[in-house]
């Protein structure tokens, strides 16, 4: 059962640069959704999607985009890396109020 | 502004014991709760919840209970166990389930 996973788990970025975080679900959930997790600070939502084609903004969006165009697939992509996005990155889908969560990203702009 | 607050980074319970994770919330209009159990390098994993319908939810060691004239809700593992050593996320949610509010979590020890 792989559940909720998420590529890479490490990435040290410079300032500026782009890349996009991956996360994958097999468990068929329409609700998928990106956190962030700063030190001592609780998980911030960044975007959420309640099915494929649909994306919301959750609380911290800024510098953040997703797409959703299937129901297993929801990236994150990070445009121009900032030293704020330094954080450990967590994707996650729900059923029932559930929430599965991935293993996380811990990415890292210098 | 956080919505669901965790006022203990810390906790220290000794094996056998009882441990008691407390969580406080501001929006009136949640009414779903869970709690999260996060090991290091790992993701959060589900461990209980309670709608607001209820007081009480227990589930073999671990209970929670809800007072929602006080907007406050508790986690009580007995008897805690070395095993349970882990940072522990309480989260809210409203009726349509479409954004979870995660507190910033307690990390608790359990001292064999």
């Known amino acids: 059962n792989a559940g909720v996973t998420q590529t890479p788990k490490f990435r040290i970025l410079k300032i500026g640069q782009s890349m996009t975080l991956q996360c994958t679900q097999d468990?068929?959930?329409?609700?998928m959704y990106w956190y962030r997790q700063d030190p001592g600070m609780g998980l911030k939502l960044i975007y959420y999607s309640v099915g494929a084609g649909i994306t919301d903004k959750g609380e911290v969006p800024n510098g953040y985009n997703v797409s959703r165009s299937t129901t297993e697939d929801f990236p994150l992509r990070l445009e121009l890396a900032a030293p704020s996005q330094t954080s450990v990155y967590f994707c996650?889908?729900?059923?029932?109020?559930?929430?599965?969560f991935g293993q996380g990203t811990r990415l890292t702009v210098v | 502004d956080q919505q669901v607050k965790q006022n203990s980074p810390s906790l220290s319970v000794q094996e056998g014991r009882i441990s008691i994770l407390n969580c406080d919330y501001t929006?009136?209009?949640?009414?779903?709760f869970l709690w999260y159990k996060k090991y290091p390098a790992e993701g959060p994993t589900f461990l209980i919840s309670?709608?607001?319908?209820?007081d009480k939810n227990e589930d073999g060691r671990f209970t929670v209970f809800l007072n929602k004239s006080a907007k406050h809700l508790s986690l009580h593992i007995v008897p805690s166990q070395p095993g349970d050593s882990a940072v522990y996320f309480c989260a809210a949610s409203g009726s349509t389930g479409n954004q979870f509010y995660f507190g910033t979590g307690t990390s608790l020890t359990v001292i064999p």
């Open positions: 996650a889908s729900t059923k029932n109020t559930e929430a599965f």
């Open positions: 929006n009136s209009m949640f009414d779903y």
């Open positions: 468990m068929n959930h329409n609700y």
């Open positions: 309670i709608s607001s319908i209820k």
